[in-house]
């Protein structure tokens, strides 16, 4: 899905909206757009506080907690709009959606984003192997309620077609990414026999790794192939397995006995 919003000069606009949506040329094309969006959701809203902003780079929608007044939770959130955003009302309970949505606080979100960032990047580093591992699902449950935002810039970066498609692949990247680099020394291990290039260097325990000389080479190709294999498993045995199992789901549990057994 996505959110599209639209700019009125005041309520009595949307009745000029409305006709002019479905009248002549337009009515064909709004009827195929409305066919697909079975599930759509809409408000209305009035700019309640801070200057608007035309493009704005977060939205987090948000409601007034319970017992609190409308005016200290405007006082909450005057940090935000001093540092840009700004701050819709839904207007009279008009639209299944939540009561506030504030926008254009990107900078703020962005900074947060690059601590959590840093913070998981010396948690990763420091407490893989020790006990401070215990702390890794409290540690990126934080992330995870951060970026569900999206508001930040790094998350703007992370929405673009490439980070995408590695999101989209992930799980055949776990599932194969011991596989390829298994192969790799395999094959490396076959070089150095055949051509004495030297590769691999023995770590002292039995094990073998790639040697000085060839370890960035070697992660590179390591990467590359590692996406590459698994573009190829999500395609052909992910997607294919998901559909299946998803068909055989349904012939076990039609949709109307689902619908039964819901609480």
């Known amino acids: 899905g996505y959110e599209d919003w639209h700019l009125l000069e005041n309520s009595a606009a949307l009745d000029v909206l409305n006709d002019t949506a479905i009248s002549q040329a337009r009515q064909l094309p ?3 757009i409305a066919a697909m969006a079975a599930d759509g959701m809409a408000g209305l809203y009035a ?30 959130l005057k940090p935000d709009i001093e540092s840009g955003a700004c701050l819709w009302g839904r207007r009279m309970t008009l639209g299944p959606t939540p009561e506030f949505c504030l926008q254009g606080a990107a900078e703020r979100q ?7 960032i840093a913070a998981l990047a010396v948690f990763v580093s420091t407490s893989s192997m020790n006990a401070g591992g215990l702390l890794a699902p409290f540690i990126f449950a934080l992330a995870v309620a951060l970026f569900a935002h999206e508001g930040g810039y790094v998350s703007k970066l992370l929405r673009r077609r490439p ?3 590695l999101g ?3 799980y055949s990247i776990y599932l194969t990414h011991i596989f390829t680099q298994g192969r790799m020394l395999n094959a490396a291990k076959l070089a150095d026999n055949w051509f004495g290039l030297e590769l691999l260097s023995p770590t002292g325990d039995g094990a073998v790794v790639f040697s000085d000389a060839a370890a960035m080479p070697a992660i ?9 294999v698994s573009v190829l498993t999500h395609r052909f045995v992910e997607m294919p397995g998901r559909d299946y199992f ?10 109307n006995q689902v619908s039964q057994i819901r609480p």
């Open 30 to 32: 709004h009827d195929r």
């Open 47 to 76: 700019l309640r506080l801070g200057p608007l902003n035309d493009a704005p780079h977060a939205h987090h929608w948000l409601s007034k907690p319970a017992g609190m007044s409308y005016r200290d939770f405007d006082a909450s």
């Open 110 to 116: 962005s900074a947060h984003e690059v601590v959590v």
């Open 163 to 165: 980070f995408l498609i």
């Open 168 to 170: 989209a692949i992930s």
């Open 220 to 228: 590179i190709v390591m990467v590359a192939a590692t996406i590459g």
């Open 246 to 255: 998803r068909k055989l789901a349904r012939k076990r549990f039609p949709v």
